[in-house]
């Protein structure tokens, strides 16, 4: 009995491979290149080919240990769960996807005036809460438990999102701050980092301590502290680096300034 | 992660997470009744807004000596020109129904909410971000085309006003989509088409009329994006007047306008019976004109942008689809006529707002129809003249009014505590009293020859300036009935205080209309 986890993992796995022989064949493949995975012929863009095929393997992967183990099955779920089966006209879970569906469609729409990156940005947005959208459709209806469901969504979707949304969150924690701090004074620099290391260290001592009172206070102040570095990474990064000392550039244009002399004498 | 290890009762209440409230929860949540509201109460602010800007555009036109003394110059004046239209029937006469519908129709069928509960609720984001989008870019200095030649930052505004217009189409589409699913599938069991409450039924044709429609506008959207984006705007993306509004003028015109009202025959047609006691005679007959008046309104086939020289618009076609329609809406008004005959109309007590608004918003959609079909009539040649404005302002009115009507009947759906009736009838009042105003003005300036451009024509000659002044006092009292109904609603709109001094009033209220009628 295939199992609904392994019928959408499977699903996903045959769009990647569709989708990657598609690419590398209009980028450039050769006849059999893109389906012996390069073995036997060039599969034009490498890049993309290669993700798409490590998606498609991705995709299979999970859908076999879906299978194996009988996880994010219905019936099985249900049958743990004590639930009556799956309602014919199902509670539908609220979410904010489909608004997150609509800001990226908005975003793309002015993409396409503003700049190419916002567009990619929208679109991005798109797919993401697409593909999040199709997840809780499918988990309205796997039991009649909303519990049930919902926990069946999170084990399949949990592993996916919180790597997905922890490399998001470093990623711009990284490049605002990077931008903040090549943009104040090297003084400032040190004083900002000392700051925010303290405040952050200071953060997490109130939580260990007090963990049911402060956890309130801690969200807002996260809260409060995300929108002032992004604030401040925008801010930074419209503002421009500070002046830096080229010292390679000084070297290269000495070294090629003799080499052109040495050159000239040479000649 | 295989859930075998997991212990049964792994599953708790906990695990299903709490459900958000406040700001939070009119956000995520996709019940049915809530988007409905949002989509009105937005809609409603849409409304003042683009009545406010047709103001401005009626008081410029005062002065024909210059066109640039409030609005800073003929682009401008253009801008708004477009914007009053294009934001009536994208940003708020549709919406307003689709949001109507949306919290009243699934109750009617016994659903506990649409189709789509998600779709329900991308459609009302997706809409209020290309509503957003349409107003600032029209502002930045885009619009619809210009008179006077364009910047490329205006051009690039424009761009982005049909991308928010191409966005706002999609969204209602998606909203329109919705509720034909939910009309067609969530009905009762045993429950033909035919036999759907009517407001439902005239929402299912609606909603096929707009995707006979709006696709049709997208695509010349398509057109013209691709053009305006290109090196030299060849023909399609011009963007000086009549490049792009042109393409689209067709949905301000006949028949496709008539796509504004269809709604408006299924409010009427379950109110004035549900008010006056009495169940509607032939009531299949009823639903049949609903749906004839519906073919009627498909209107994409009309545009006369792509056969120039050659017009659609002499055909016997188009002339006999603008006559039909009067005869199809005079015939539901003898429907109607027919349920106050049999009913207990009583003259010398004051009609409920429901009532009246709903009626009225039918015999305004009649004498919308009726200018019409003298429009299309060749003799008069009325098709450039104002009178194009006048058939528009008439349908608009009638949907407004048949809106109001509608959220004063179903309010127990749609609202927290019963509205003002004094309010209402205000409301339906002072829109009627303005649409009447703006509509005769413009339908009586049309046989002067007045243009229906701007600043095209014979606007400014004593008799028409005359009647400028009078589409001035319509479309300050269309504001200000506006402001009335957006009034009372938003007042309803929030809910009690469980201790408060109206706990309990909605309850008892709707007990009381649930026995009296």
Same mark, same amino acid.
């Given at each position: 009995?295939?199992?609904?986890?392994?019928?959408?993992?499977?699903?996903?796995?045959?769009?990647?491979?569709?989708?990657? +022989?598609?690419?590398?064949?209009? *980028?450039?493949?050769?006849?059999?290149?893109?389906?012996?995975?390069?073995?036997?012929?060039?599969?034009?863009?490498?890049?993309?080919?290669?993700?798409?095929?490590?998606?498609?393997?991705?995709?299979?992967?999970?859908?076999?240990?879906?299978?194996?183990?009988?996880?994010?099955?219905?019936?099985?779920?249900?049958?743990?769960?004590?639930?009556?089966?799956?309602?014919?006209?199902?509670?539908?879970?609220?979410?904010?996807?489909?608004?997150?569906?609509? =800001?990226?469609?908005?975003?793309?729409?002015?993409?396409?005036?503003?700049?190419?990156?916002? =567009?990619?940005?929208?679109?991005?947005?798109?797919?993401?809460?697409?593909?999040?959208?199709?997840?809780?459709?499918?988990?309205?209806?796997?039991?009649?438990?909303?519990?049930?469901? $919902?926990?069946? $969504?999170?084990?399949?979707?949990?592993?996916?999102?919180?790597?997905?949304?922890?490399?998001?969150?470093?990623?711009?924690?990284?490049?605002?701050?990077?931008?903040? +701090?090549?943009?104040? *004074?090297?003084?400032?620099?040190?004083?900002?980092?000392?700051?925010?290391?303290?405040?952050?260290?200071?953060?997490?001592?109130?939580?260990?301590?007090?963990?049911?009172?402060?956890?309130?206070?801690?969200?807002?102040?996260?809260?409060?502290?995300?929108?002032?570095?992004?604030?401040?990474?925008?801010?930074?990064?419209?503002?421009?680096? $500070?002046?830096?000392?080229?010292?390679?550039?000084?070297?290269?244009?000495?070294?090629?300034?003799?080499? *052109?002399?040495?050159?000239?004498?040479?000649? | 992660?295989?859930?075998?290890?997991?212990?049964?009762?792994?599953?708790?209440?906990?695990?299903?997470?709490?459900?958000?409230?406040?700001?939070?929860?009119?956000?995520?949540?996709?019940?049915?009744?809530?988007?409905?509201?949002?989509?009105?109460?937005?809609?409603?602010?849409?409304?003042?807004?683009?009545?406010?800007?047709?103001?401005? &555009?009626?008081?410029? @036109?005062?002065?024909?000596?210059?066109?640039?003394?409030? #609005?800073?110059?003929?682009?401008?004046? %253009?801008?708004?020109?477009?914007?009053?239209?294009?934001?009536?029937?994208?940003?708020?006469?549709?919406?307003?129904?689709?949001?109507?519908?949306?919290?009243?129709?699934?109750?009617?069928?016994?659903?506990?909410?649409?189709?789509?509960?998600?779709?329900?609720?991308?459609?009302?984001?997706?809409?209020?971000?290309?509503?957003?989008?349409?107003?600032?870019? !029209?502002?930045?200095?885009?619009?619809?085309?210009?008179?006077?030649?364009?910047?490329?930052?205006?051009?690039?505004?424009?761009? #982005? &006003?049909?991308?928010?217009?191409?966005?706002?189409?999609?969204?209602?589409?998606?909203?329109?989509?919705?509720?034909?699913?939910?009309?067609?599938?969530?009905?009762?069991?045993?429950?033909?088409?035919?036999?759907?409450?009517?407001?439902?039924?005239?929402?299912?044709?609606?909603?096929?009329?707009?995707?006979?429609?709006?696709?049709?506008?997208?695509?010349?959207?398509?057109?013209?994006?691709?053009?305006?984006?290109?090196?030299?705007?060849?023909?399609?993306?011009?963007?000086?007047?009549?490049?792009?509004?042109?393409?689209?003028?067709?949905?301000?015109?006949?028949?496709?306008?008539?796509?504004?009202?269809?709604?408006?025959?299924?409010?009427?047609?379950?109110?004035?019976?549900?008010?006056?006691?009495?169940?509607?005679? @032939?009531?299949?007959?009823?639903?049949?004109?609903?749906?004839?008046?519906?073919?009627?309104?498909?209107?994409?086939?009309?545009?006369?942008?792509?056969?120039?020289?050659?017009?659609? /618009?002499?055909?016997?076609?188009?002339?006999?689809?603008?006559?039909?329609?009067?005869?199809?809406?005079?015939?539901?008004?003898?429907?109607?006529?027919?349920?106050?005959? /049999?009913?207990?109309?009583?003259?010398?007590?004051?009609?409920?707002?429901?009532?009246?608004?709903?009626?009225?918003? !039918?015999?305004?959609?009649?004498?919308?129809?009726? %200018?019409?079909?003298?429009?299309?009539?060749?003799?008069?040649? #009325?098709?450039?003249?104002? &009178?194009?404005?006048?058939?528009?302002?008439?349908?608009?009115?009638?949907?407004?009014?048949? &809106?109001?009507?509608? !959220?004063?009947?179903?309010?127990?759906?749609?609202?927290? @505590?019963?509205?003002?009736?004094?309010?209402?009838?205000?409301?339906?009042?002072?829109?009627?009293?303005?649409?009447?105003?703006?509509?005769?003005?413009?339908?009586?300036?049309?046989?002067?020859?007045?243009?229906?451009?701007? %600043?095209?024509?014979?606007?400014?000659?004593?008799?028409?300036?005359?009647?400028?002044?009078?589409?001035?006092?319509?479309?300050?009292?269309?504001?200000?009935?506006?402001?009335?109904?957006?009034?009372?609603?938003?007042?309803?709109?929030?809910?009690?205080?469980?201790?408060?001094?109206?706990?309990?009033?909605?309850?008892?209220?709707?007990?009381?209309?649930?026995?009296?009628?």
């Amino acid at each position: 009995m295939l199992t609904p986890g392994f019928k959408l993992f499977f699903g996903m796995f045959a769009a990647f491979t569709a989708a990657a +022989l598609v690419y590398g064949y209009a *980028s450039g493949g050769s006849h059999v290149g893109p389906i012996s995975l390069g073995w036997k012929g060039g599969v034009g863009d490498h890049i993309g080919y290669g993700v798409l095929v490590s998606l498609a393997a991705a995709s299979l992967a999970v859908s076999l240990v879906l299978v194996a183990f009988r996880d994010a099955d219905s019936e099985a779920q249900a049958a743990l769960s004590g639930a009556d089966g799956i309602s014919p006209n199902p509670a539908v879970a609220s979410g904010f996807w489909p608004v997150a569906a609509a =800001f990226g469609a908005g975003t793309a729409a002015v993409g396409l005036v503003l700049h190419p990156l916002v =567009f990619g940005l929208g679109l991005v947005m798109v797919v993401l809460a697409l593909v999040e959208w199709t997840m809780d459709a499918w988990a309205d209806r796997a039991t009649g438990d909303p519990a049930a469901n $919902r926990e069946l $969504r999170n084990r399949v979707m949990a592993p996916v999102e919180i790597p997905i949304v922890g490399a998001l969150a470093v990623g711009v924690v990284v490049l605002a701050a990077s931008r903040i +701090l090549i943009a104040v *004074s090297a003084l400032w620099a040190v004083v900002v980092a000392g700051v925010v290391s303290t405040l952050i260290l200071a953060g997490a001592f109130v939580y260990a301590t007090r963990p049911g009172q402060a956890r309130k206070l801690i969200a807002g102040l996260g809260v409060v502290a995300a929108l002032g570095l992004v604030v401040g990474g925008v801010l930074a990064a419209v503002t421009g680096e $500070r002046d830096f000392p080229h010292h390679e550039d000084e070297i290269h244009s000495e070294s090629g300034a003799e080499e *052109s002399g040495a050159g000239d004498g040479g000649g | 992660m295989t859930m075998t290890d997991s212990a049964p009762v792994a599953v708790t209440e906990a695990a299903a997470g709490p459900e958000p409230a406040g700001a939070a929860r009119w956000v995520t949540t996709n019940d049915c009744r809530i988007v409905g509201r949002a989509f009105m109460a937005v809609s409603l602010v849409l409304g003042v807004g683009a009545a406010a800007v047709g103001v401005l &555009t009626r008081v410029e @036109r005062l002065d024909p000596s210059a066109p640039d003394q409030i #609005l800073g110059g003929l682009n401008s004046w %253009f801008q708004m020109w477009t914007l009053y239209r294009a934001a009536f029937v994208l940003l708020v006469v549709l919406p307003l129904f689709l949001g109507l519908a949306m919290a009243v129709v699934p109750g009617k069928l016994g659903a506990d909410n649409l189709a789509f509960p998600r779709a329900a609720q991308a459609s009302f984001w997706a809409w209020l971000i290309g509503s957003l989008i349409v107003v600032v870019s !029209v502002f930045a200095g885009g619009g619809w085309g210009a008179m006077d030649g364009v910047t490329a930052a205006e051009r690039d505004a424009m761009t #982005l &006003t049909l991308l928010g217009a191409g966005l706002v189409i999609v969204a209602l589409l998606s909203g329109a989509v919705n509720l034909a699913t939910t009309v067609i599938s969530l009905r009762p069991a045993g429950m033909s088409l035919l036999q759907v409450p009517l407001f439902a039924w005239s929402m299912l044709v609606s909603a096929v009329v707009w995707l006979f429609t709006l696709p049709v506008a997208a695509a010349n959207i398509v057109v013209v994006y691709a053009d305006l984006r290109g090196r030299d705007p060849v023909a399609f993306g011009l963007p000086e007047s009549p490049g792009i509004w042109g393409q689209l003028d067709w949905l301000v015109e006949q028949p496709a306008v008539y796509a504004l009202a269809v709604p408006v025959l299924g409010i009427a047609g379950e109110i004035v019976p549900d008010r006056l006691g009495i169940r509607l005679d @032939r009531r299949g007959a009823a639903a049949s004109i609903i749906g004839l008046f519906g073919l009627l309104a498909v209107g994409g086939w009309s545009q006369d942008y792509f056969t120039a020289p050659a017009d659609h /618009r002499d055909e016997l076609l188009y002339v006999g689809v603008g006559v039909a329609a009067v005869v199809v809406v005079l015939a539901f008004c003898g429907a109607l006529a027919d349920a106050a005959r /049999r009913g207990s109309v009583r003259l010398q007590e004051m009609p409920s707002s429901a009532l009246a608004g709903s009626a009225l918003a !039918v015999v305004l959609l009649a004498g919308a129809t009726f %200018f019409g079909a003298l429009r299309v009539i060749k003799p008069f040649e #009325l098709l450039e003249r104002s &009178t194009t404005t006048g058939v528009f302002n008439a349908v608009v009115a009638a949907a407004l009014i048949g &809106t109001a009507a509608g !959220v004063w009947h179903w309010w127990p759906e749609i609202l927290s @505590r019963p509205p003002s009736e004094s309010r209402g009838r205000l409301a339906v009042l002072l829109l009627l009293a303005g649409g009447v105003l703006l509509a005769a003005s413009d339908v009586i300036a049309g046989f002067l020859g007045a243009g229906d451009r701007p %600043f095209v024509g014979d606007y400014d000659s004593g008799a028409v300036g005359g009647l400028n002044a009078v589409a001035v006092a319509g479309s300050v009292l269309l504001v200000l009935g506006l402001i009335a109904a957006a009034a009372a609603v938003f007042e309803t709109m929030r809910p009690d205080r469980p201790d408060g001094p109206g706990a309990g009033d909605a309850a008892a209220a709707g007990l009381l209309r649930g026995a009296g009628s």
